[in-house]
């Protein structure tokens, strides 16, 4: 699909919205100048318009299938797959003594973002690999990182996350893979599991599956699971891939999206592993990888928002209709101009806030600071449930601006639309990120979320003169949520947190929409487009949240007044 | 899939929620008493669980396909489609002086719904066949009912529309097939129509289209539109499908969903056709036909709503999760009680709207009382398009319900989104629904608006007495739809209405929603299933009108203040 890179948006976000010049400022960026960073991106850019957006379609048409327990991929993935390891952006942000480029995760991001929306089956693979490496880069012994990261930076091998099993999707502590001490210090792996995205393909030398197991006698819950590196191929004594290790593919998924990645049922027998992390230890480093790949997905909305739209623009200024003489066309319609404008402020919205979660991250890693660990912690969240919803939203706005043609597959409207939804289902779904919110990352008495709030405060306040009505609904929005967040802080039982965590997640990404979006303005003056995108988003979207707001006060005691026997037909 | 007809749920509408009992008292419906409509209710709603339901995964891993130029449907639907017209399920609103029931439009949106939600895609096609029949009767000549009425109530044949081609959807005064008089009086009728749901099948004996068409130097625009009436095969002496007419399928449109429903590329080259209704008068007769199929449409999207929410409800009942002894399901957890709960209850409001819908059609039917008529025509395009979007958004949430599972197309849940689609852009797209209801629903000065909004707030003041909190919610929700649709009505600039049409049509849904179940709560007295679920809808979705009505007052201007070139990347 004709996708271009907007490049000039992330410039405009790191420049003016979501204070990248800190990140830029630190000792251990110092390197990564704000012109190289759009040098990098400008390329990457390219990268993503000529050799991955091509393919787009073809991961839906000629998907992935297994042939004889290999995985057979897309015609043109293995190519491009090439372009992206050579490109460096799989360890962009991976430390330089393993051959990684050492980039700001910000970079990265919009990097990740761009692939997103020029081929999302695809920019899973690499995507999984960004995790695994952090994990390995955080938990793993030197031994093991210096045999597998200088493979996984290049994309000679790549990486899997294998978590889920039958019976432990969300409730991971339930997973029963065994592994099993052998002599050497490596331990024997045997079980199944599910939903591995990429859990093998044809175009690597080596798949590394980063497998959560238990070991013998270990506590029963998520107290006695430990992360287990189980390479496809051991390597050698040259640390190349060596013979087969003793799993297999049962089986792929056939799914309602996202065709051109395989959804791998992995079956391991007394397959080799070794321990990454202490012994039990597997949920923190898992939550290492799972962190970093939260922000990941949700700048996979992102990514898929920003294509819908592209595309969707793209048949509104072309569709003809409504002028005698032909040449009106229906971008000009108030309900399709509605549409697409919306579509373009929601998706700057979620994609500020994910830069902003981005550049927390890049802040926390570089000065170790515990406000900026606390602020993205915060965010991680949110950029994951809404990059999400709005990447489904933005998707499905795309079906319907092309009326029938929409519901039609060869128009590509609606493989972004089902491409995107499972990304509120993986890494946690959305629920979950909810849940997380309102749970731990309030943990603090709110004192993280308070902080950003005063700065939202501030930032409004500053902003009074020339944007009043603007400032003011910010303002408003942010002190509304603020009561909310008190309400939710003082409720000891977490299930009134919980029953409304999700309106309470929405109607926060909404206020900090609200807020970048008021930035950007700013940053332009009194007039422009970015402002006229501002207005658009706080007068007509922002008002959400009072809704939003009402519905996560609401609490848990109605919720559960309607019994199970009420819900039944 | 699994499948219960809710009749008890349609049954308490109909007694309590949507004055179904005015409709009983007519002359007209005099024989619909409510016993004999529960009667036919609940054997309708048995076909549908035994031999409609187990065919609805069927439609869609056995899709129609076009072999030889001629449809073969999916295994099992010839079966069903003659179980639904022994059932006399088609022509249930039918007139009786050809072989129709004469009933309520009422009980047959509840059979409509129920079919809908066993096998959509099926049901299509006797939704068709209704609005077919229902043009007829008001337009046709009585040749023409003479011929075709009986056959099309049976089911012998089936009926279609052919509005759109390829540079005519929304905009359907562009069209451009030909109709020239032959000499007999009857049609050559020429050119190509596109999105034919159910243009063809191998299950009846004839499949009678109509036809949108241009006679020779007819007005440009919609002025010049005539409807003919073209069989696939002309009737013979008898009365019974002969030779074929000039025409053909081309071609089958690959579709994100509803594969089980052909949808046509139909090419006729001078097929002899017959005009229906005054020559260029077209357009008022296919609205005759539009405006019970959008209703209908409405009503598809309510029944995958349910069937959407049985299936995940089902499996939220099942699916082990959170407890040590492995008894909790996730039916426990608070998110899944959300969702459930909020599907639930967003389903009865979608159906308590189309419901009434259908009891005003009625009533306009029975008395020709133009305050009906005035409502029928206002509630129109709210049922539809509320029906639709909570359609989508139910078979949405039921995917997410499902966690992963929800994403691999062997459960179903995706199916139900993919299916129902298509129904917030078929019949008019919503964005359509909304324009017209800010336009032409509005054109009588708020007339017909606020008398219905009399009715909800001397309702909600009834209330008071035992539902205090409930009743002011829906009170005060009522008035501020009261100042937006003032402010509506103010603007002579029809941009500015249609700005903000849909979250104005959104908004008022929510809060006719409010409205109805406030009367299922009253009727059940201060407590029960029908007032908790009540103080779910008012407490949490309710409050979203308020947003929603905020970005329908927000007008052109600041819209296009976001000039196309700002749109671009």
Sequence with gaps: MPYTAP??????????????????????????????CEAIVTEAGRVCEE?????????????????NGVVRTTPGFAEAYRAIAEGGYIGMSAEPEFGGLGLPLAVTTTVNEMMSSACL??????????????????HASDELKALYLPKLISGEWCGTM??????????VGALSTRAVPNDDGTY??????????????????????????????????????????????????????????????????????????PTCVMQYDGAKGWLVGGQNKGMAAMFTMMNNARLGVGVQGVGVAEGAYQHALAYALERKQGKADGTGTIVEHPDVRRMLTGMKADTMAARAIALSCAVAIDMSNATGDAEWTARAALLTPIAKAFGTETGIAVANEGVQVHGGMGFIEEMGAAQYLRDVRVTAIYEGTNGIQAMDLVGRKLSDGGEAAYRLLDEIEKDAEAARNGHGELAQAVWSAAEALRETTEWLVAQDE??????????????????LGGHFHLRAALAEGTAGRRTALARFYIERLLPEHAGLLAHARAGAEGLYEMGVEDLAV
Tied chains: 1, 2.
Excluded at 121 to 138: K, R, V, W, Y
Excluded at 162 to 171: H, R
Aim: net charge negative; proline share 5%.
């Design 121 to 138: 089956a695809l920019q899973l693979n690499p995507l999984m690999t960004q995790g695994q490496i952090e994990a390995l880069e955080n």
């Design 494 to 511: 977490m299930q009134a947190r919980f029953a409304g965590a999700v309106p309470y997640l929405k109607a926060f990404a909404r206020v």
């Design 51 to 67: 050799v991955l957006a091509p393919l787009q379609r073809d991961g839906d048409t000629k998907p992935a299938f297994l042939e």
């Design 7 to 36: 490049t000039r948006d992330f410039m405009y976000l790191l420049d003016h919205v979501v204070n990248f010049e800190t990140v830029t400022r630190t000792d251990a960026f110092a390197e990564a100048t704000r012109d190289v």
């Design 188 to 261: 024997a792996v045997t079980g199944q599991k599910i939903y591995i995205s990429w859990g093998d393909n044809d175009f690597t030398d080596n798949v590394c599956h980063l497998v959560l197991a238990r070991l013998p006698d270990a506590a029963p819950g998520t107290r006695g699971i430990s992360l287990f590196m189980v390479p496809k191929r051991l390597p050698d004594e040259n640390g190349d891939a060596g013979v087969a290790n003793d799993m297999k593919v049962v089986s792929l998924e056939e799914k309602m999206g996202l065709h051109g990645s």
């Design 162 to 171: 294998n978590l889920t099993e039958p019976q432990a999707g969300s409730d």
